[in-house]
């Protein structure tokens, strides 16, 4: 195993720690936007879609790059803002 | 290291702090919304950052330029459009839709790299049955939630055994590509097998168990792009999608836990029915109870403390306005009321908090299973709309298809209202007990006419 996927593991096992700990803590109250948000996370696969374009040199690697780029900008600009919309609505009594 | 390469690292790090930091502030109600903006400001700089890494490594030729950024051109603008338009009724659908596509990103990332190294070959492989499988697999949940597919459970002839074929069949092409370095091209049968899984797998779900799908669907994505993350050894990608896996995992557990089902069993499929249960026993059987708007609104407005519970039916009915405007009403006329929230109440985690919420619900009297339960023997009325086997008291007891699940105390009101269109039976197929106490009315109407009714006889009760 490479020193590289070694560090590779640990970011993602602390990652996950991290994430089950700040997680568990968030009321039922917030879990629709809770999970929207998150997808919005997972939409930093854009920036993985971004590093790929430098290695893509083939007319089917481009039509890839474009389809993934549009589900990758999809994901990451719709998620943000339909949670700031759902979370917009969550007023207080006062 | 150069410097640069020590600045985007950074960066990138920081990035990944802020997205914590906004799901640390997505535990109340009140930092929320500030929260996802910590967590988006945090994305806008990671995605800024590659553009500069992009520019300055000079390595993306004009075509795959102008690929990437038409391709974010149109996903944006999709995603824009679909976030702004979409009714809060339909917020399951759109964001299974979303976590579609993030899977299917992650997937075309491990399809269209040249892996270097066995560590890019191992998790590319695994990047690509994951992202692939979620990716259909949420298209298909994402139809059913739209009504697009149907909502019962659709068992296709052999699917088991086509999953597990498609499994042997994806697994002995991914030891190929990881083993043996066959052509990347392999990948792309791994992606099939993925694929078509995905859709196995998913059509034999039934609606009632669309809140566990998702949540599943979700971790998946996260892993998904956390492969991908392995696969370019970019550190964001990886702390990002152990999050979301995180995040997903804790909601899958807890979905099922409030349904009292192993998650196996609701992979297994073939529970439940779907939506419209339709099979009216009849307004009127000889051990129900019946009243009118008239007596309902009487009662409510003498009651000091009323407990509003809302089920999938006031959800199907688009009624959350109208649920919201009675309690206000009663709220004026000096009635504490609250909501009592069932988990697995709308289709998707905290679904019916969101419709509540549209309908200025202050969020303040939204209340969860653990905190309605002990309050409901202080209730003068509960009144139940359009929930059905989450208040069947028949949980309490074994040898039944609901016994164990957690259930709304409802029984232990002093008095129970139902609306609710019929006496049909909801996912579980079984009578619900409830309706047959003789401290419980029924009020047959669909909900938004009921609650409509209800409010007028309040209203003209009351002036």
Redesign the interface.
């Known amino acids: 195993m490479s020193p590289l996927l070694l560090a590779d593991l640990t970011v993602f096992t602390l990652g996950l720690l991290v994430g089950f700990e700040v997680i568990s803590k968030v009321p039922a109250t917030l879990h629709t936007p809770l999970m929207s948000g998150a997808n919005a996370i997972h939409g930093v696969v854009l920036v993985g879609v971004m590093l790929l374009a430098a290695s893509i040199s083939t007319p089917a690697g481009y039509a890839l790059l474009a389809v993934a780029a549009f589900f990758a900008a999809m994901n990451v600009a719709g998620g943000y803002v339909v949670t700031d919309r759902m979370l917009a609505m969550f007023r207080s009594r006062s | 290291m150069s410097g640069f390469d020590t600045v985007v690292h950074l960066i990138y790090l920081l990035c990944a702090t802020a ?2 930091i ?3 502030l ?5 930092t ?2 500030r ?3 910590v ?2 400001a945090g ?1 806008g700089v ?2 800024l950052t ?2 500069a ?2 520019i300055k ?1 000079g ?3 004009a ?14 603008a ?3 459009i ?3 338009v ?1 009714r ?1 009724t339909a ?1 399951p659908q ?2 299974s839709l ?2 579609a ?2 899977g ?3 997937a ?2 491990a ?4 892996p270097a ?1 066995t ?1 890019a070959e191992v998790t590319g492989v695994l990047d690509v049955l994951i992202g692939a499988l979620t990716f259909s697999g949420s298209l298909i949940a994402s139809g059913k939630l739209a009504g697009r597919v149907p909502g019962r459970p659709i068992t296709v002839p052999l699917g088991r055994a086509a999953v597990s074929g498609l499994a042997v069949v994806a697994a002995g092409l991914g030891v190929l590509v990881i083993g043996l370095d066959a052509p990347v091209t392999a990948l792309y049968g791994v992606a099939a097998c993925a694929l078509a899984a995905g859709v196995l797998l998913t059509l034999p779900i039934g609606g009632a168990d669309m809140p566990v799908v ?2 599943l669907l ?1 971790a998946c ?2 892993t998904a ?2 492969m ?3 696969v ?20 899958t557990k ?1 979905m099922a836990d409030a349904m009292n089902r192993p998650i196996s069993a609701i992979i297994a499929g073939g529970y439940g029915t779907g939506d419209a249960v339709t099979v009216a026993v009849g307004a009127g059987s000889a051990a129900v109870r019946e009243i009118t708007a008239d007596d309902a609104a009487i009662q409510l407005a003498y009651a000091a403390k009323v407990m509003i519970v809302p089920g999938y039916g006031l959800a199907a009915a688009q009624a959350q306005h109208e649920a919201v405007a009675l309690a206000q009403a009663l709220t004026s006329h000096g009635v504490e009321v609250t909501y009592a ?1 069932h ?1 697995v109440a ?1 289709r ?4 019916m ?2 419709l509540l ?2 309908a ?1 619900a ?5 209340q ?2 653990e905190e309605s339960n002990p309050a409901f023997p202080r209730t003068d009325v509960a009144l139940v709309i359009g929930a059905n086997d989450v208040t069947n008291p028949a949980a309490r007891r074994p040898g039944n298809p609901v016994s164990g699940m957690p259930i709304l105390d409802v029984d232990k009101a002093k008095s129970v209202i139902v609306i609710k269109r019929s006496l049909g039976h909801g996912y579980a197929g079984i009578d619900n007990e409830l309706y047959t106490e003789p401290r419980t009315a029924m009020l047959f109407a669909d909900a938004k006419a009921g609650l409509t009714a209800l409010l007028t006889a309040l209203q003209a009760y009351a002036r």
Do not use: C, K
């Open positions: 997205f914590v906004g799901l640390h997505m535990n109340a109600p009140a929320a919304r929260g996802n903006q967590s988006a994305m990671a995605i590659t553009l890494v992009l490594g390595q993306v030729d075509w795959a330029a102008w690929a990437l950024g038409l391709g974010a051109a149109g996903g944006t999709a995603g824009l679909a976030a702004r979409v809060m917020m759109l964001v979303f976590n596509v993030g299917g990103a992650a075309l990332i399809l269209g790299d040249r190294s560590q998702i949540s979700n994505t996260g792009v956390a991908a993350g392995f370019l050894e970019s550190t964001p990608l990886i702390i990002a999608g152990a999050l979301v896996g995180a995040a997903g995992a804790i909601l807890l929230i988990p709308g998707m985690p905290g679904h908090n969101v919420a549209e200025n202050p969020y303040e009297q939204l969860d299973l």
